[in-house]
């Protein structure tokens, strides 16, 4: 990401860097704070979250809901499919085939 970035703003971001151990679970910065800080994570993992939950976890949240939703359109498209047809229900309650007109 620094391949842009001028010798001089390399160094000097070198020159004030310092190292850090953070331990699991710790909160580096929350949603609307501000910050001067940059954090390169030379060792470990570091988890982005939003209210508690990891951009992960609400991913795999939004694929299971577009699932649920197609899911349940397929079934409303089989419920419509079906339904008898009018003919059909009408002939139901004429007690089998239709008749002929008198």
Avoid: N
Wanted: hydrophobic fraction near 40%.
């Amino acid at each position: 990401i620094f391949h842009e970035c001028e010798r001089a703003a390399l160094t000097a971001l070198t020159l004030r860097s310092v190292a850090a151990v953070h331990q699991p679970g710790e909160v580096l910065l929350r949603a609307g704070e501000t910050t001067d800080y940059v954090w390169l994570v030379e060792e470990g993992e570091c988890v982005v979250s939003l209210r508690g939950v990891t951009i992960e976890e609400e991913e795999r949240a939004a694929e299971l809901a577009a699932m649920r939703e197609r899911e349940e359109e397929s079934a409303r498209i089989e419920a419509e499919l079906a339904l008898p047809s009018s003919k059909a229900t009408s002939r139901a309650r004429d007690g089998g085939a239709a008749r002929p007109p008198l």
